[in-house]
């Protein structure tokens, strides 16, 4: 009997423990989908910060390398596989309102060289270069360093930098805005409990130091971003009034 409470146990266990990794594969996906429908719905792009996604892309490419130098649990670098996609679909999406709603003709490239429209390109391809070449690079100097530990341990760092950035591009474009109008309040709240939720994940997991600093720096931006919610929200209601 005592036996057979053991293995139940463990069997609910071992089912947590699948449905934590499918949690952590696929939820941080999660939150763009609101946003994804808002910027549809209003056929406008401004509310939303396309660097957040610039910020995504360069963190998971870095942690897709980290993992070459020093294998961590799965979910995570599959879970960076799965961001990467998502963050290029929101791309994809920005970039065909805003050639729609385009009034100019003059159009900006990555081959032009100008730092001055540096990830505001008119084409969607030309963050599918950016991405390419960034990832040549990595995959470069990675293979001549691999053996380096400090490298590695460089690379997951500057990874976890990276994504613990991720709301940062948000919260200045808010406070440059002077309002929170475009950006989906359900996205930043799916953050914030992901967020949570993941970094209890990496303490349980006994995940390397630099994800659970990663995830504590994410959840001050996402609460951040929240009280500017409420306080931009607050100034329209007394412009308003």
Known sequence: MEQGSEEDMESSWT?????????????GAVPY????????????????????????????????????????????LLQSVVMI?????MLHLCCAIQSSNRV???????????FRYFWSWSSFEDYL???????????FITFFFLDWVLFVEALGSL??????????PQLLQNYNNRSTRGM????????TAGDIFKTTYFVINE????????????????IAILLQVGYYGQDSRIKLG
């Not at 100019?104 to 100008?114: E, M, Q, V």
């Not at 994800?211 to 504590?216: K, P, Q």
């Open 15 to 27: 089912l947590l423990s699948w449905l934590a990794s499918c949690v952590m594969v696929f939820g």
């Open 33 to 76: 989908i609101p946003q994804y429908q808002e910027i549809q719905r209003t056929n406008n792009v401004e509310g939303f910060s396309t660097r957040v996604c610039l910020v995504l892309l360069i963190a998971n490419i870095l942690r897709i390398f980290f993992w070459v130098g020093k294998q961590f649990e799965m979910p995570l």
């Open 207 to 222: 995940s390397p130091v630099q994800f659970v600093v990663c995830g504590a720096v994410q959840i001050m931006i996402d």
């Open 129 to 139: 270069i950016f991405c390419f070449a960034f990832t040549l690079l990595c995959a």
């Open 184 to 191: 989906s309040v359900k996205m930043v709240l799916l953050w």
């Open 104 to 114: 100019t003709t003059k159009l900006h490239h990555i081959a032009d060289l100008d």
């Open 85 to 89: 996609f998502t963050m290029l679909a």
């Open 159 to 168: 990874a976890v930098m990276f994504e613990a950035m991720l709301g940062l």
